[in-house]
């Protein structure tokens, strides 16, 4: 027995020795990959915290001046490039106002915009200012990040293939982030398609300018008023009274009148949804082009400030309007985000996710803004990316929100603009 038992004693103790090396060697396997995680992790964290890139912002219009902002913001940029072909004076002295809406307010604020420091006047949470004074102020902001991040400003530069042959091999910028306008050919430089995808909103409207010398140009809320009927019974269409119900109201829609701008630059837009009354399809198809300015003419008279003078007939010849209602279209951009993969160029469209064509109404600026709050997401994620797979999902989810911006819009944003 005792013989059997210190044989079993040293199997035993063979077999604690196995296991006992064996836990050794899991335990040595499992810290060195713990050591390996965590030596990775600091490194890619220090790698993502080191992450700097070159960025190029082709426009500096509220839109291109605001992304150039949010580039900065991000703390991944360490040269920072604007371009716009036209000079200094031409680009501050733009009259037109333009009204922030509480949402591109909150971003801006975000940003580090200070409001009180900028020429303009609050209403109903919207801050009503001039582009020129934006533009203004927002250059003096990147100015004032020199000390952190290089900051080039070229105003009179235009953005051409020779440009971009110019810049030195090894130096090419990792993000360019296109905002000059619906008019600018920057897409076309870069052989990114400037096609538009165009959609109904559903309703219909006409616009119209007044251009008073006499006038300051002093930024001004907005006024709106609803459920306007017109009587054309002089042009024998018979004059809708007000519904009484709501089952007539939404069979004979109303229409919305916003009057906006400086005093000097007076706009006015009218909308009106779909309908098949007698009254629109007269308003469609007219040929007259005496009928919408006499409309126009009448709702400024009755919905002007009180401290502003009235339409003439003398005054009246400084007033353009639509000869006609037209459908309002939503248009956007069918590729708002694109790859260059010979220069390793990420390209952004900005300003132009989408719009309204032929229709004025103070909207472009905002939808702009909607855009870029993603541009700051995307160029970190462009900055810190390991390859080519992360800058494309950043692209992709680029794109998405672009997408998401528009169809938003198409759902909600022209009632939330003049409807409301």
């Known amino acids: 027995m005792n013989g059997a038992d210190g044989a079993a004693s040293r199997a035993n103790a063979s077999a604690d020795g196995q296991y006992g090396s064996a836990c050794d060697t899991a335990f040595s396997t499992l810290l060195a990959v713990a050591v390996y995680v965590l030596v990775k992790a600091s490194l890619d964290g220090i790698r993502q915290w080191r992450a700097r890139i070159s960025v190029l912002v082709v426009g500096s219009g509220p839109i291109g001046l605001t992304a150039a902002l949010v580039a900065v913001r991000t703390g991944k940029v360490l040269k920072l490039t604007v371009l716009d072909e036209r000079y200094r004076t031409a680009l501050l002295c733009r009259p037109q106002q333009i009204a922030l809406d509480p949402r591109s307010v909150r971003f801006l604020l975000g940003l580090g915009v200070d409001f009180d420091n900028m020429e303009g006047c609050w209403h109903n949470e919207h801050f009503f200012t001039k582009i020129g004074v934006f533009q203004e102020y927002l250059l003096s902001i990147l100015e004032q990040k020199k000390n952190k991040v290089e900051v080039k ?3 009179g530069t235009k953005f051409t293939d020779e440009y971009l042959r110019r810049i030195p091999n090894g130096e090419w910028p990792r993000v360019i982030v296109v905002a000059d306008g619906s008019c600018g050919d920057s897409c076309s430089v870069l052989g990114i398609s400037s096609e538009y995808n165009v959609e109904s909103c559903h309703a219909y409207g006409a616009n119209a300018t007044i251009e008073r010398l006499d006038q300051r140009q002093v930024p001004t809320p907005e006024i709106r008023a609803h459920s306007l009927y017109f009587d054309l019974s002089a042009y024998g269409i018979d004059a809708i009274k007000e519904p009484r119900s709501s089952s007539q109201a939404s069979a004979k829609p109303g229409f919305h009148l916003k009057i906006y701008g400086t005093f000097r630059n007076r706009y006015m837009a009218l909308a009106c949804t779909s309908a098949d ?11 007259s082009s005496s009928i919408m300015k006499n409309i126009f003419h009448q709702s400024f008279n009755a919905y002007k400030t009180d401290i502003e003078p009235r339409l003439s007939e003398l005054t009246l010849q400084r007033m353009q309007c639509s000869r006609k209602l037209f459908e309002i279209m939503l248009s956007h951009r069918r590729v708002s985000a694109a790859y260059i993969e010979e220069d390793k160029v990420a390209v952004t ?12 109404t103070g909207c472009g600026v905002n939808l702009g803004m909607r855009g870029l709050e993603s541009l700051g997401v995307f160029i970190y994620r462009t900055a810190t990316a ?7 999902e950043a692209l992709s989810a680029k794109i998405q929100h672009s997408k998401q911006v528009a169809e938003t819009f198409r759902q909600t944003g022209l009632a939330a603009a003049m409807f409301e």
């Open 277 to 287: 009354s007698k009254m629109m399809r007269f308003l469609r198809h007219t040929a």
């Open 349 to 360: 469209v900005e300003g132009e996710a989408a719009r309204v064509l032929n229709f004025d």
């Open 386 to 392: 390991q390859d080519q797979k992360d800058v494309f």
């Open 153 to 155: 400003v070229h105003l």
